[in-house]
């Protein structure tokens, strides 16, 4: 069967429709305001006239580049190209400000090359076992899980924790803007109906990142990037990288898969989880945030690896594990195949071909992710004015182009200033953006678990799952601090 | 400057607070929080934590004041063009997104570059109109054309003519 997956993606024309369908997803993925979901979906018409496994080996390949392309704009740019690099930007972008640029591209296309394979190899090995495991998880699952994400708050601010957590704090509130999705009700909406659905996060990403890197490289009459970049092509980074930190790549990797399986939970969620994880187990956790290489490892292999996560529930059971899965499921009925148990008895060399294809558009991610990313870094050759000027307005359509609304942009405008001041005053950003990310996850798993319960807080506590990510979550949340009081008394004595 | 920040995030935590007493409760049995509870339990931990780190930095302006003066007012004066320059940027941003609408994704960027350019310190005014013109057919081109992003189009004239364009 794996040979047959071989022969199916090695067909010449497959093969490069694969090439093409991988560049087209970095592509897409380095554009701010385009996600992986728009460059499936706009790839999804040339599929009609292929059969139903070039056409999902094709989509997956767009799925797996545009993952990884989002690294490009937030490392070269401080613009996540996609929801799913925010964490890349954390440590990214403080790497290309260092001249290291090129080496955090490298680490990116690294990271997520192989966090795709990982994906694909435990979604072939484990598929079936993985899928119903992951239908256990509930609502106080889904709380636990944002409490992990969030837990990472204090390291990410480790100079000024409790402004880090400040900051988290007015994220998880601006989170709970637009309509409640349990009750139905308005919350602090004004009653304007563009704020109904929620203030979305790329908009204030852009703004309090971008758009206010802007404004204080202006007021410092400096250049961000090109000052000491003169030429970005992808550093390849070699095995003997990968086997030194083997155990970060097959970590996030890991992280990556199981909560790309997660339904509803994605490679945003993922990505920022594992950097958490990263940022707890490091033996330098105060290098995360301004440019420390795992950091942006731990967030692309992670991205990277929900791509082959994100796959299992919709191959197995028919249930989608994220938007592009759900596209992809549609790309299955629109073929005449129906996703579920009978579709792995009747075609098994559909999961294989699909392996194959995440393994081939991942490997392939080295030579055409740096092909891509040394194009799209020669604008960091330009004087700042001109850089500026293009990152500004590739923002602005990036906030437009999410909803073809221009409501978004006014928030981005206003967020800018509140990233303008936070950077100013010591505040985190990350641990902002952190808050509005996970701040549905969180309320919405508490209370639906609460009224599950019946009220009882303790649900929280007696089920297995639940439990132990919260232990380790207070375990990652308290981790900087002990660190910080025995260096302390270390001194001291 | 800080602490004017600080208690401008006091004020919007304190806005949620009060803010969160307007939204209008629906029974659902078990449902403790409510719409109203969990915002309100973020703001309370805010407000507390922000409470203490205004009262840190009173008790060390108190003791530094002098010199971050002195400091702030060197910073002011060095700064003061590139403030110029910044409140320049700023207006014409703010301006784009208000006639973006009316005036549509074209002539916009057309005009916001250039200026841009020009605010930004770009002396070679052709070059600057040169570069205009050609990120705007980019862009045009990327996302009108290849990704169809239904980009603003304008009103009147203007969007007669966008159509023609993407």
Known sequence: MLLQGLINVFSPMTFLLVVLGTAWGLIAGALPGLSASMAVILMLPFTYGMDGIQSVIVLVAVYVGAMCGGSFSAILLKTPGTPSAVATTFDGY????????????????????????????????????????????????????????????????????????????????????????????????????????????????????????????????????????????AELIGLKHVIQHWKLYIKSSIIGTVIGIIPA????????????????????????????????????????????????????????GGNV????????????????????????????????????????????????????????????????????????????????????????????????????????????????????????????????????????????????????????????????????????? | MELIFDVFLICVFAAFFFLSGNISEVTIANDNLGSRGFPRMIAIVAIVLLAFSIAFRIRLLFKQRRSEQQSNEAKIGIAKNLYMRLFAIILLLFFYIVFLKQLGFVLETLLFIYLCLVIMGERNHLRSALFSVAFTALLVIIFGRVFFIALPRGIGFLREVSYYLF
């Open chain 1, 94 to 233: 403080p790497m290309a400000m260092r001249g290291e640029a090129a080496k955090a591209i490298g680490l990116s296309i690294t990271g997520s090359a192989v966090g795709g394979i990982i994906s694909g190899l435990i979604m072939v090995s484990s598929a079936s076992i993985l899928a119903v495991w992951a239908l256990k998880f509930q609502s106080a699952e889904f709380f636990a899980l944002s409490l992990l994400g969030l837990s990472c708050i204090a390291s990410i601010g480790s100079k000024y924790p409790q402004k880090a957590l400040i900051s988290a704090l007015l994220g998880l509130l601006v989170s709970t803007v637009g309509l409640d999705a349990i009750a139905g009700q308005e919350r602090f909406t004004f009653g304007k109906y563009y704020l109904m659905n929620g203030i979305d996060y790329i908009p204030v990403m852009i703004g309090a990142y971008a758009f206010a890197e802007v404004y204080r490289n202006i007021l410092e009459n400096k250049g961000s990037v090109k000052g000491k970049a003169t030429s970005v092509k």
């Open chain 1, 265 to 320: 939970a994605g490679g945003s969620i993922a990505a920022l989880i594992s950097y958490g994880e990263a940022v707890r187990s490091s033996k330098h956790p105060e290098e995360f945030g301004n440019g420390a290489e795992d950091g942006v490892i731990a967030s692309e292999a992670a991205n990277n690896a929900a791509v082959g996560g994100s796959l299992v529930p919709t191959l197995v059971l028919g249930i989608p």
């Open chain 1, 325 to 493: 899965a759900a596209i992809l499921l549609a790309a299955f009925t629109m073929h005449g195949l129906i996703p579920g148990p009978m579709l792995l008895k009747n075609q098994p060399d559909m999961l294989y071909s699909i392996l194959v294809g995440v393994i081939v558009a991942s490997l392939l991610l080295f030579i055409v992710g740096k092909f891509v990313s040394t194009q799209f870094s020669k604008i960091t050759k330009l004087p700042y004015s001109y850089m500026a000027t293009i990152i500004i307005v590739l923002g602005l359509v990036g906030a437009y182009s999410l909803k073809n609304n221009v409501y978004d942009v006014y928030i981005m405008f206003g967020f800018s200033f509140l990233g303008y001041f936070f950077e100013k005053f010591h505040y985190s950003t990350s641990s902002f953006i952190l808050g509005i990310v996970l701040g549905p996850i969180c309320e919405n798993g508490l209370r639906k678990q609460l009224i599950l319960a019946g009220g009882d807080w303790t649900t929280f506590f007696t089920r297995p799952i639940s439990l132990v990510v919260i232990l380790l979550s207070i375990f990652s949340f308290s981790t900087p601090f002990i660190r910080s009081f025995l260096k302390a008394r270390r001194t001291s004595c």
